[in-house]
């Protein structure tokens, strides 16, 4: 569903070219739930960012259900990721005056769904998360595994088929990334989304059915654990 062919990617820093991503090949088949782990620097969000269509790579393609993307111009990718990928980051980016229900709906303004649709969506997005009494409180007065939670529900209000989660519990006490992780994974095994996710913790990886590990720009080896 999701192959990448001789990716490079280089970052210009001043004269000096950065190489960070090379040559890498990778498939991502539907449905499934991939951790990416390796020490930092390695490249693994730029590999993230250009899964998601946040960014082009140098060279190499990048084929996602049949659309090359590199062939799409700049709005084109912007439409097709709003409808598609759903971004997890470590530190939940929620809007601290807005509620929880209005943070998930945010996403939505950008489709021609009405107010009270997308304040439905929204509900139904946090009842899905385990937040349905929290609808009204603000981040500031929600834990860290809740805010997250409310992240996840602002990444699946649109339903798209891809989940791109960046150390999504790198900022969790032990509890609470265990609540995320099982949100996770009932979202890929339940749900069918399917997620790339950077982890730095063995736990957390733990949950995906495939664990890859980046070093220096490039996939060092894999490894595949019953699910
Ligand atoms: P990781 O997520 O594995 O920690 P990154 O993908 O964030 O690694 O970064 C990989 C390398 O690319 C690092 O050396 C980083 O400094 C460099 N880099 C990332 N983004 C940029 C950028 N926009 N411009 C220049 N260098 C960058
Ligand atoms: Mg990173």
């Known amino acids: 569903m999701i192959t990448m062919n001789k990716v490079c ?7 000096e070219k ?10 991502i088949a539907s449905g499934e739930f991939l951790a990416l782990m390796g020490p930092s620097g390695s490249g693994k969000t730029t590999l ?27 709005s084109q990718l912007s439409a097709w990721r709003s409808r598609n990928v759903g971004f997890i980051f470590q530190f939940y980016n929620l809007m601290p005056t807005l509620t929880a229900q209005r943070n998930v709906a945010l996403p939505l ?12 969506r929204a509900e139904v997005s946090l009842s899905l998360v385990g937040l349905a009494e929290r609808m009204q409180h603000r981040p500031g007065e929600l834990s860290g595994g809740q805010q997250q939670r409310v992240a996840i529900a602002r990444a699946i209000v649109t339903d798209p088929t891809i989940l791109i989660c960046d150390e999504p519990t790198g900022d969790l006490d032990r509890e609470s990334a265990a609540e995320v992780m099982r949100l996770l994974q009932q979202l890929n095994q339940v749900h069918g989304k399917t997620i790339i996710m950077v982890t730095h913790d063995p736990k957390a ?18 490894s595949t654990v019953a699910a």
């Open 9 to 15: 990617k280089v970052y210009q820093r001043g004269a």
């Open 18 to 27: 950065v190489r960070v991503l090379q040559d890498l090949d990778l498939e």
């Open 48 to 74: 993230l960012n250009l899964l998601g269509g946040l960014d082009s790579p140098s060279a190499g393609e990048i084929v996602i259900e049949g659309k090359r993307m590199e062939q799409m111009g700049v």
């Open 109 to 120: 303004l950008l489709t021609p769904l009405g107010r009270s649709e997308r304040k439905r």
């Open 205 to 222: 990886a733990s949950y995906a059915s495939r664990t890859l590990l980046m070093d220096k720009g490039s996939l060092v080896s894999s």
